[in-house]
């Protein structure tokens, strides 16, 4: 049990340090050229992924404690926010480098290509989260106002993988696999919802008569 | 789309990663058809044998710009063959046997229809021609192939009266090709051109690059290369070659006939329904390389412009 006892004592900040390290690395990469032929595909696609990667974790840390029995709660914070991070990187990197800061571009994108507008509202919805993210917005929010504000969470998943379902040109080992992880937790979502059990027990009520 | 359910998708994938513990041999091409000495004395004889005429517009089909690395262009290649990533092919690729090599031809009335690799080089005037390949996701690179244009080869065989298409069919190995072993595509991997196309002298036979033999990934041991159409069109690694009389079937036209049409080519003014085709990011130019301007069939519009005379190309996209 020593990871165990190891995830206990790694302090948040420094978490969050390890995590991000990746966004300015993969960036100085880039300028040294040490990306491949097509750099900015890269790193664009590189950001994207690693907030579609930590988007997941965020998801998956109340399943496995509910499940699995591990607890990594105290860091769901943390690692959902770096989730952002990475989203403003990609973003960035789509704006700044990729479009050259064309706003004629952006909005036709917006208008026409449907990845793009995807993962724009994806992003849009995150920006709530990120912002109610401390504990400062945690002692204002009434705790309901502020557990449906991060519920939006399952509709930034959806679309962020509707943006990458659209983006591709065909379904990838990858494409299977992230699309695979994100229908399963939004099943066990579905199922820990008081929605749900009502029904459930309703439906078990029928048949037991 | 031709998709089966996404179920037996995953059981595929599944499948092929355990299939993946299958070794492949290294099989390392021979030499046998181009060397570079060869290649030289070739363009030597080109060179000398060249006598200017009217009907030639200009003396080389080539563009002036500067031809991307051979490190760029053997490690950055769409070959779904052996991967959907960018990166596979360099990867994987190694483990095609290029040698021997049969190519089988149809629509054909002579009698042998059957050629070893080697029957069909000998006596081919070797070229040297770089061209721009723009690839229909928005990026390009330069590349100097050599090979020859493919009429040298459809004017030694006698067709069919009736051919008005030619279809071109990739090689179908899963042994040796790890992608073709999923169903990411309809394989083998087809495509098409009409026989006016086929027939310009653009329309080129890829046998090398950079003076050597072709590397796997870019198609080995003989490809097309048809430079004012986009890249998918340029089929690699080709075993057969039928004439015919219909439009035949191609395999991004059929997985989405929307996006990928039978023409495809190059076209500033006709967007991709989920991208633009407006701009084109050039390869080699690193992290804060400006985006080129697309030109209509990539820059060839005097040579190929009459082939598509007052024909709509947005309804014949």
């Given at each position: ?209 | ?264 080519n190059v076209n500033p003014n006709v ?6 085709q ?18 209509l ?16 190309l947005?309804?014949?996209y």
């Amino acid at each position: 049990m020593t990871s165990s006892i190891l995830f206990k004592s790694l302090p948040v900040s420094l978490l969050y340090c390890i995590l991000l390290i990746p966004i300015p690395l993969y960036f100085y990469w880039g300028i040294v050229n040490q990306l491949g032929p097509d750099p900015l595909r890269f790193l664009e696609h590189k950001y994207g992924e690693l907030g579609l990667i930590f988007l997941l974790i965020t998801l998956s840390i109340s399943p496995l404690f509910k499940y699995a029995k591990i607890n990594l709660v105290r860091y769901r914070r943390c690692i959902g926010l770096v989730a952002f991070y990475y989203v403003v990187s990609h973003i960035c990197v789509y704006f700044f480098l990729d479009i050259g800061l064309s706003i004629d571009i952006l909005l036709s994108d917006l208008q026409k290509r449907y990845y793009i507008i995807a993962g724009f509202f994806a992003f849009i919805t995150l920006i709530p989260l990120a912002l109610t993210s401390n504990n400062f917005a945690l002692r204002k929010l009434n705790i309901k106002t502020w557990n449906k504000i991060h519920s939006f969470v399952y509709i930034a998943i959806i679309l962020s993988i509707f943006h990458f379902i659209l983006m591709s040109k065909t379904w990838t080992g990858e494409l299977y696999f992230y699309t695979g992880i994100t229908i399963l937790i939004l099943i066990l979502k579905i199922k820990s919802t008081k929605l749900y059990k009502k029904l459930s027990t309703y439906s078990n009520a029928d048949i037991s008569k | 789309m031709n998709r089966t359910t996404m179920m037996d998708k995953v059981v595929n994938i599944m499948g092929s990663y355990i299939l993946k513990i299958l070794k492949y041999s290294d099989v390392t091409p021979h030499n046998f058809y181009l060397n570079r000495r060869k290649f030289v004395e070739a363009l030597g004889l080109a060179s000398l044998a060249f006598v200017p005429t009217p009907t030639i517009a200009k003396q080389s089909y080539s563009t002036n710009a500067k031809p991307n690395t051979l490190e760029e262009i053997t490690n950055y290649n769409n070959f779904y063959e052996f991967g959907t990533s960018k990166t596979d092919p360099a990867k994987y690729a190694k483990s095609l046997t290029t040698d021997p090599w049969e190519i089988t031809f149809e629509g054909v009335s002579q009698n042998k229809k059957k050629f070893d690799l080697a029957e069909i080089l000998k006596g081919k005037a070797i070229q040297e021609r770089i061209y721009r390949l723009r690839c229909v996701e928005g990026w390009s690179m330069v590349i100097p192939w050599i090979g020859f244009p493919l009429r040298d080869l459809i004017n030694e065989l006698e067709l069919n009266n009736n051919a008005k298409f030619v279809a071109f069919e990739t090689v179908y190995r899963p042994t040796e090709m790890r992608g073709q072993k999923s169903a990411t595509l309809d394989w083998p991997y087809r495509e098409g051109l009409t026989i006016e196309e086929a027939l310009h002298p653009l329309t080129f036979i890829a046998t090398g690059l950079y003076g050597k033999e072709l590397p796997n990934q870019n198609g080995a041991p003989f490809r097309l290369v048809v430079p004012w159409k986009y890249g998918f069109k340029s089929i690699k690694s080709i075993t057969k070659i039928s004439f015919m009389k219909e439009q035949p079937y191609t395999t991004w036209g059929s997985e989405n006939p929307r996006e990928y049409g039978f023409y495809s080519n190059v076209n500033p003014n006709v967007d991709h329904p989920r991208w633009s085709q407006a701009t084109e990011r050039v390869i080699g130019e690193g992290l804060f390389g400006e985006r080129r301007k697309t030109e209509l069939f990539n820059g060839y519009i005097e040579e190929v412009g009459d082939l598509y005379k007052g024909m709509d190309l947005k309804k014949y996209y």
